[in-house]
């Protein structure tokens, strides 16, 4: 049984709390956070981080510039303390403790419940029990966990804001400028989903399809008419001509 | 029962000819193709247009700038003439027909089966028993099916270059540069899906999240220095800079 106390309880914190909370091998011991926590009945939570008990991980899910500041408001030593961020890199954590990263690669949003066996846990630490401890604990909850270094990870983390951040606002214009001319954006997420679905088994060059990959200069011309926003033309010509270039083709 | 025939067996042509064929109140009576098509044996084929056969409709399902030679080859007059594309009007048809449009907004790949169910068939049609025809053809495939004029139509195909073409190339852009580094592309898998699945129930704009929405600076910093290659620096500025606009926040 591997003991835990949560430290951050964001959208990152209340969806580990949940996973290991259902996961036979892991003892949730405490859950601490900056505001008291409702809702949470059967593990007891503090506000104060001097009060923590004993465990063996403390993992502090908190915002990318509050875990440093965190990890050295922290009263013991010695202990196995990591955090869950994609890109800040582990040697940030207090020197007073043993440092380690816990970093589940996946969206997570308030409402949503996510299917933590598919989401791939990075994980990283100094020390061979630590690494040890970390992959069994990755273990009971994803089928998917691997070693991944600090300078991997931040790499890891950029893709990820090309595959995640950057894709939801493409969907976003999309759906703004279906709003503006009175259509449902409801039309374009069978198509949102195919997309990517269709790359869990293609690579992405491969499942590569459109005007600008075909070098079907008509239909990029008949949309950029379509387009009186300065700002959609700029992204729709800057990614036309990188899918171009990526795939060899000037247009 | 509608009869059917299908000029053009590319992608979007063999994926009607199938959903057609298994649904009850259709009967495709023929498919041409302008090269001999094997695999299917319980359809009758041809690879001339003169040897097309009497039939409620005629879907043209060749690329955008084959439609309007194909139309105009076609021997006989006044019957329903379609075709499937997002971005030709329905005008481009020739006038020697009745024309429509049945276009199913979807991606469609050779070795990957479509649920048609979920697939938008945007209709189109001259006349009211046209539209009444092609309404019934799509609701026997499709749970949503949609009148959409040709102006509206180049309107929901731009949008999907933004939702489909652009953002699978962002998947490829982060491939890249992951294989570059050494690191599985497997890893982003879960997160383009689960990016994907949050948009079917909540709104684009809601799900934004990253280091542009949250305007931080500092990972922005980071992840410009980990991009060497000019392309993929150009295209976060690019998309960075749009969704602070876009959420109203100044960088």
Same mark, same amino acid.
């Given at each position: 049984?591997?003991?835990?106390?949560?430290?951050?309880?964001?959208?990152?914190?209340?969806?580990?709390?949940?996973?290991?909370?259902?996961?036979?091998?892991?003892?949730?011991?405490?859950?601490?956070?900056? %505001?008291?926590?409702?809702?949470? +009945?059967? &593990?007891?939570? &503090?506000?104060?981080?001097?009060?923590?008990?004993?465990?063996?991980?403390?993992?502090?899910?908190?915002? +990318?510039?509050?875990? !440093?500041?965190?990890?050295?408001?922290?009263?013991? &030593?010695?202990?196995?303390?990591?955090?869950?961020?994609?890109?800040?890199?582990?040697?940030?954590?207090?020197?007073?403790?043993?440092?380690?990263?816990?970093?589940?690669?996946?969206?997570?949003?308030?409402?949503?419940?996510?299917?933590?066996?598919?989401?791939?846990?990075?994980?990283?630490?100094?020390?061979?029990?630590?690494?040890?401890?970390?992959?069994?604990?990755?273990?009971?909850?994803?089928?998917?966990?691997?070693?991944?270094?600090?300078? =991997?990870?931040?790499?890891?983390?950029?893709?990820?804001?090309? *595959?995640?951040?950057?894709?939801?606002?493409?969907?976003?214009?999309?759906?703004?400028?279906?709003?503006?001319?009175?259509?449902?954006? !409801?039309?374009?997420?069978?198509?949102? =989903?195919?997309?990517?679905?269709?790359?869990? %088994?293609?690579?992405?060059?491969?499942?590569?399809?459109?005007?600008?990959?075909?070098?079907?200069?008509?239909?990029? *011309?008949?949309?950029?008419?379509?387009?009186?926003?300065?700002?959609?033309?700029?992204?729709?010509?800057?990614? &036309?001509?990188?899918? %171009?270039?990526?795939?060899?083709?000037?247009?």
């Amino acid at each position: 049984m591997i003991s835990v106390i949560i430290i951050g309880f964001g959208n990152v914190g209340q969806h580990l709390y949940r996973v290991f909370d259902d996961a036979s091998g892991v003892s949730v011991l405490q859950i601490a956070s900056r %505001s008291p926590i409702s809702g949470v +009945d059967h &593990t007891p939570t &503090t506000t104060d981080l001097k009060q923590l008990k004993e465990a063996d991980l403390y993992i502090i899910a908190a915002p +990318d510039d509050a875990i !440093e500041g965190i990890s050295e408001q922290l009263t013991f &030593t010695n202990r196995l303390v990591v955090h869950t961020s994609g890109s800040v890199a582990m040697e940030m954590l207090s020197d007073e403790n043993r440092k380690g990263v816990f970093y589940p690669l996946q969206t997570f949003s308030k409402d949503r419940e996510v299917d933590f066996k598919e989401v791939p846990i990075c994980y990283e630490a100094d020390y061979e029990d630590d690494l040890a401890l970390l992959k069994n604990l990755g273990s009971q909850i994803s089928e998917k966990v691997v070693l991944v270094s600090s300078e =991997k990870r931040a790499k890891l983390h950029l893709a990820a804001v090309f *595959a995640n951040n950057f894709t939801n606002h493409l969907y976003h214009l999309s759906e703004t400028y279906l709003t503006k001319h009175g259509i449902d954006f !409801e039309l374009m997420q069978p198509l949102i =989903k195919e997309t990517a679905m269709k790359v869990q %088994s293609l690579s992405p060059s491969e499942a590569q399809t459109g005007p600008a990959i075909r070098k079907d200069k008509k239909t990029i *011309a008949k949309h950029l008419q379509l387009m009186r926003d300065r700002e959609y033309r700029r992204i729709y010509k800057s990614l &036309t001509k990188s899918i %171009s270039k990526s795939h060899g083709k000037k247009l």
